[in-house]
C-alpha cells in the first residue's frame, strides 16, 4: 500500500459527460502528480501541484483541469469526455525535493467512455 | 522521437533467467534514472533509483547508466514468477516531473 488513495477505481460515463476524480496523497507529502495511462500512449504526465499551487503542466487537455485543496487533497476534473479519454488516471504524491525523487503512485481511476 | 524508448515486449523467460531490461532516452539534460515495477491493476512502485554512470545493485537487480551513450538497463537475477509484471524505465531532471518509458512486459514461467 503506498499510501495514496484515488477513488473512484472505476468510472463508467458517456461521451459529453464532466467526472471528476479525487487523490488523497500520503500523509507529509506536498506535491500531488496527475498521470494518464493508456495503452498507446504509455504513462503521460499530465500536471503537478505542489502545496495548492500549480507548478508543471505536460500533455493536459484544456477539457481537463486539476487543483490541489488546502488539506492536500487533488482533484482532477475531466469535461466534454471522448472516446479517446479512456484511460487509466494515477495520482502519485512525493516530498517536494528539488531533483529527482520518488513517486508514491495511488492504484489508479479507471475511466471508460462509452 | 519520443523522449524516453522502451522495447514493449512482452518478454517471456524460463524461472532462474537473467532478465535484461533497457532504455534508450535522448534529452542529455536527463540527471535521475529510475526503474519502476507495475504489476496489472496496479498503480507503478520505485524499484531502482540512481542518479549517476555506472552500476547500482539491490538483491536481484541491478541498474546500469551510460550516459554518454543515454542508455539504461535493468537486469533481474534468478527471475521469479512473482517478478511477472510491466517495468517502465523513467527520467528526469530537476523537478521530479518524471518522463516513463513506454514499460516492457515481463512473464517468467515457471
Known amino acids: 500500500d503506498s499510501g495514496v488513495t484515488q477513488t473512484p477505481k472505476h468510472l463508467i460515463t458517456a461521451t459529453g459527460q464532466r467526472v471528476t476524480l479525487r487523490c488523497s496523497p500520503r500523509s507529509g507529502d506536498l506535491s500531488v502528480y496527475w498521470y494518464q495511462q493508456s495503452l498507446d500512449q504509455g504513462l503521460q504526465f499530465l500536471i503537478h501541484y505542489y502545496n495548492g499551487e500549480e507548478r508543471a503542466k505536460g500533455n493536459i487537455l484544456e477539457r481537463f483541469s486539476a487543483q490541489q485543496f488546502p488539506d492536500l487533497h487533488s482533484e482532477l476534473n475531466l469535461s466534454s469526455l471522448e472516446l479517446g479519454d479512456s484511460a487509466l488516471y494515477f495520482c502519485a504524491s512525493s516530498i517536494w525535493t528539488g531533483g529527482g525523487g520518488e513517486l508514491f503512485f495511488g492504484e489508479g481511476s479507471r475511466l471508460t467512455v462509452l | 522521437q519520443k523522449e524516453v524508448e522502451q522495447d514493449p515486449g512482452p518478454l517471456s523467460v524460463p524461472e532462474g533467467a537473467i532478465v535484461s531490461l533497457n532504455c534508450t532516452y535522448s534529452n542529455s539534460a536527463f540527471q535521475y534514472f529510475m526503474w519502476y515495477r507495475q504489476y496489472s491493476r496496479k498503480g507503478p512502485e520505485l524499484l531502482m533509483y540512481t542518479y549517476s554512470s555506472g552500476n547500482k545493485e539491490d538483491g536481484r537487480f541491478t541498474a546500469q547508466v551510460d550516459k554518454s551513450s543515454k542508455y539504461i538497463s535493468l537486469f533481474i537475477r534468478d527471475s521469479q514468477p512473482s517478478d511477472s509484471a510491466t517495468y517502465l524505465c523513467?527520467?528526469?531532471?530537476?523537478?521530479?516531473?518524471?518522463?516513463f518509458g513506454g514499460g516492457t512486459r515481463l512473464m517468467v514461467k515457471p
Open positions: 523513467a527520467i528526469s531532471n530537476a523537478g521530479n516531473m518524471l518522463t
